[in-house]
């Protein structure tokens, strides 16, 4: 599975990364976690509030940031 | 009521009197009611922000005429939320789903310009007329202001290069969520904010309980008061760097206007606090023209301007 944090690199973008990989290793398995910070990049997602998380191509929520257990949620709503 | 409460407690308890006991009433009077107010508001407008993302904005302003695209983005303005750092995805996405220019920045003068911050303070320290005059202004200066800047053909100070995209977007609605969820999620924004602030609250009202127990009226009102024509832009030139401390400053406007500060002098500072911040310029920098940003921060702070003049004008 590939989740993508979307952010140009404010405070918030970084407490998402934390949080993301809080709730990886909560979920366990393998995933790769990746930071976009081309501004190009995150315009294809057609997102426009920062923080973005993006779980396998699917955007999961803009403009926030999730806590832990919602992180963990998203991701086990996608394995299925 | 509370303030009997207060008065029990500093007269009657702790023996207090004089400009002592003035100053530390203020201070426990103030701080106890801004802080109760501050988290009620807080919560209720995040509660309505849950209804609303930017994206959902950004899909309801696609394809609108110019005017009446300036007045809807000026009134999501005061719903949506916005931090900083996501001015450049913002304003790309807006240009990318060819929302123009001045719309866009309808949007971006009007979202930090009524942020729940400035409303809660407002309201909890001047009472709902001012708050709903400050909303009024807040807007016609947004509405104004991108009006102007679409006008201008400015374009070409944009320094990135974005393509428009293909077909239009689709409606991403309203976002899907419980009651109970929205409330959660409230509670949490609201919890992240007052984390923030609460310190900024402290210092805020301290120094404004010193002010006044200790600072003689006459002091600020010969300074700040009707008699200094300089006193409006001055506010709104020391107002820019400020951002941050939006919240400690609300405190003292209170009492620099109880001392007699203009209203119209205080309200064109806080707009320039909220409205007019440097953080937010220097990350346009990296896709906008120099001059595009000047020509931005020139018209808002005109704008502000007007309207402190404007407001004292109408109070006299």
């Known amino acids: ?80 | 009521m509370w303030q009997s409460l207060v008065n029990y407690f500093t007269v009657d308890m702790l023996g207090l009197s004089g400009r002592l006991n003035d100053t530390i009433n203020f201070f426990i009077y103030d701080t106890v009611k801004i802080l109760f107010l501050l988290i009620v508001i807080i919560f209720v407008v995040s509660y309505l922000r849950t209804h609303f993302n930017t994206e959902y904005v950004r899909a309801h302003l696609q394809g609108k005429s110019e005017l009446y695209g300036n007045i809807l983005a000026a009134f999501f303005g005061i719903i949506t939320p916005f931090c900083s750092c996501s001015a450049i995805p913002l304003f790309l996405g807006f240009i990318q789903a060819r929302i123009p220019l001045g719309v866009t920045f309808s949007f971006l003068i009007s979202s930090p310009m009524n942020n729940e911050v400035a409303i809660a303070l407002l309201f909890t320290l001047f009472g709902w007329k001012i708050t709903a005059i400050y909303i009024g202004f807040g807007l016609l200066v947004a509405i104004i202001g991108g009006f102007v800047i679409g006008k201008m053909n400015l374009e070409k100070y944009i320094l990135l290069d974005v393509k428009p995209m293909e077909g239009e977007l689709e409606d991403v609605g309203e976002v899907k969520m419980s009651q109970k969820q929205r409330a959660k999620e409230a509670w949490h924004y609201t919890y992240d904010i007052f984390k923030q602030i609460w310190l900024y609250v402290l210092v805020g009202v301290g120094i404004g309980a010193l002010i006044h127990g200790y600072v003689p009226a006459d002091f600020i009102a010969k300074y700040a008061g009707g008699d200094n024509w300089y006193g409006v832009p001055l506010a709104v030139i020391l107002g820019i760097p400020m951002y941050s401390n939006a919240a400690g400053v609300m405190p003292l406007v209170e009492v620099l206007t109880e001392k007699g500060m203009l209203l119209g002098t205080a309200l064109s500072f806080m707009m320039a606090i909220t409205a007019l911040s440097l953080p937010e310029a220097m990350i346009l920098k990296k896709i906008l023209h120099v001059r595009l940003i000047g020509i931005f921060f020139g018209i808002v702070g005109f704008g502000i301007i007007c309207i402190g003049y404007l407001f004292n004008f109408i109070l006299q």
């Open chain 1, 1 to 80: 599975m590939k989740i993508e944090i979307l952010g140009t690199g404010c405070a918030k973008c970084k407490t998402l990364e934390e949080v993301v990989k809080q709730a990886v290793a909560k979920v366990g398995g393998f995933h790769q976690v990746e930071k976009v910070e081309d501004i190009m990049k995150i315009m294809e997602y057609n997102v426009v509030s920062t923080p973005g998380l993006v779980i396998d191509g699917v955007v999961k929520s803009t403009g926030k940031v999730p806590t832990v257990d919602e992180v963990v949620k998203m991701i086990e709503e996608a394995q299925k």
